[in-house]
């Protein structure tokens, strides 16, 4: 008996094993401001999970969620600028 699992992997390893391209890095570059606040927003989470949350937490929790709001806006300001000029900024 042949296993079919071994024939997939040979011809799928061409795709995962690749680097990342350098549109790719430029993407999560762009991105990075919004990943970090994110983050941060899910460690501000993850510290009020085992407790009750207390106004130090809150604060803590609210400021997370406006640097991750902030984040979204700049991406998306940035790209809409990007195509109203046509890509070439």
Known sequence: MRHIVAVQAVVTAGEYDREPTAAELDA???ELPLIVAEVELLDAHITTLDRIPSEVDARRLRRARRRVLAARRALANRAA?????GGAA
Not at 81 to 85: G, I
């Open 81 to 85: 600028e990007q195509d109203a000029a």
């Open 28 to 30: 999560i570059e762009r």
